[in-house]
């Protein structure tokens, strides 16, 4: 083989490696994964897994303190890729009367119904009050938007500890 086509080959072949493993799923995420979501702590290894791979992350708490109901977007590369929310509610509220409004295929209580979950999304109600001025509970649900077949157990696995500190952040009591 001529020197020429042995450099032109083995070129092929660097920059073949090169870009094959920039778009390998193996590589993590381009950017420091957090460890909180809009200022409450949450598990960086279990929130990292739940992110979309990209160059730019940025969050958004929106105009609401976690008083008046923080909706907070994730967003990787201008895209939203994991959202909280947190709503209140008059005393009573219950977790089986978040999904009332709206029919969610696939929704699974679990630890003794304190949560639900689904394909996408967990949720749970704390109970909160004196805290806000808009209820006495607060619903909290999170939604992997760019969900996967493993979104669903990975999120079941972060949100005891992320509602924990949640409540926590809140100053609720018990």
């Not at 909180?36 to 708490?61: M, R, T, V």
Request: hydrophobic share 35%; with cysteine; aromatic share 12%.
């Amino acid at each position: 083989m001529a020197p020429k086509t042995q450099n032109m080959l083995f070129s092929a072949i660097v920059l073949t490696v090169a870009l094959t493993g920039c778009d390998s799923p193996e590589t993590g995420l381009s950017y420091p994964a957090p460890d909180n979501i809009c200022g409450i702590p949450a598990d960086k290894d279990l929130l990292e897994s739940l992110l979309d791979d990209g160059d730019e992350f940025e969050q958004d708490p929106g105009f609401f303190d976690l008083e008046d109901g923080q909706f907070c977007h994730m967003y990787v590369d201008g895209n939203e890729s994991v959202v909280s929310d947190g709503e209140w509610h008059e005393s009573g509220y219950t977790l089986r009367d978040h999904f009332e409004s709206y029919d969610v295929p696939g929704l699974r209580y679990f630890a003794a119904g304190k949560y639900a979950s689904w394909d996408s999304g967990v949720a749970t109600v704390i109970p909160c009050p004196g805290v806000s001025e808009e209820g006495d509970v607060v619903s909290v649900e999170i939604n992997d938007m760019e969900w996967n077949e493993e979104s669903q157990s990975t999120l079941e696995k972060f949100v005891p500890e992320y509602f924990d500190a949640y409540k926590k952040k809140l100053g609720c009591r018990s």
